[in-house]
């Protein structure tokens, strides 16, 4: 999967015709400062963290400001962050549009459907997660008919285009649609499209790549491998591990028992945050170097569920005793233990001697984790 950065999605955009912001890339505070002073990015401006994760203007790296000045302090605090664990070395300043209406605007695969899917929602920005469903048109577009006049209608309406903006508004549709087919994307998401006067601007840009057309867009392959950097260290070590928006950390072994894990997790209205496959190993100095990752995160919770066969359940004991030692104290999660299997018995007494929580039933464990990460019951996000 590639996952493009904001700045990557926007030329994208800017090439096939979609409007977005003046800006530029800053790679430190006084590059960021002298790209406002020669007004290259115009003012007021916006100067936002380059990270791959979302909800970045209510994590504080989005910031505003009016002077060159402002602009360089803005960027100096964003870049000393690190944005659910990613570190920010990019960030990107933009002329600051005023915003009129901020809408919701989608294409992407309908697997079940089998088809694309435009979503649309007239409450866009920061806070569409908490958008009721119902507020969210739907709208399938037949993957060889393409996008027809009406449906562009269907969205245009659904979203209260107001008529001056209609044309725009159906030409942007169209060159989404033309980004969503000819680039082989999953994903083409614009959260904020702002109406500012008489323009629509493009505020974000997702976009997402999909693995198996990447044989024909040999230009994906220069993009850097967008991996958060604590998956870089994870790939670099063989640990497949994974950065998702949620706060508790899964641990487990084998990919078929790591996504039953997040599910039954899902189920219970947990919100995976990070999930790591520790694979068949017997070395507990691996187990430990897992976990150290996994501390890095900085989830709210832990579950660590392990079906033992090549990996020992004793293996895994000790190299989590080890790494809880490793752990700083400032870092320290609440963790949750479930190892079945070859050695259970020893691995389970070795836990329990180190005062780390084991039970054996799943759901039991995985409703003892959402608690521990304090998410509320029931209800899945
Ligand atoms: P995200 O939170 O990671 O999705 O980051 P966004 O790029 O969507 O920015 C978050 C919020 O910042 C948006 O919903 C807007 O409210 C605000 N924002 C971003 N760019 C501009 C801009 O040019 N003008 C104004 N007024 N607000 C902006
Ligand atoms: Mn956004």
Redesign the pocket.
Known sequence: MVKLA?WRGKELFRKYGVAV?VGQLARSAAEAEAAVRSGAVPRPC?I?AQVLA??????G??R?ANTPEEAGAAARAILELSFRGEKVREVLL??????DR?LYLSITLDRAARTPLIMASAT???EIESAAESTILRVPVHPFAGLLPYERRRVAEGLGIPTPLAKAFDALLDRLWAIFVAEDAELVEV??L?LSGERIVA??AKVIIEDDALFRHPEYAEVPDELTPLEEIAREKGIAFVQLDGNIGVIANGAGLTMATLDVLAEVGGRPGIFLDLGGTDDPAKVTQAFLLMAQAKPRAVFLNIFGGVTRCDTVARGLIEAMKQVPPETRFPLVARIRGHNEAEGVALLREAGITSLSDLRESVRAVVDAAGNPPGGSA
């Open positions: 904001e912001p916006v936002k979302g909800g970045r203007g209510k994590g790296a989005v505003f933009e002329e600051k549009l005023p915003i901020e866009g920005g920061v959260n904020p702002a505020l974000d």
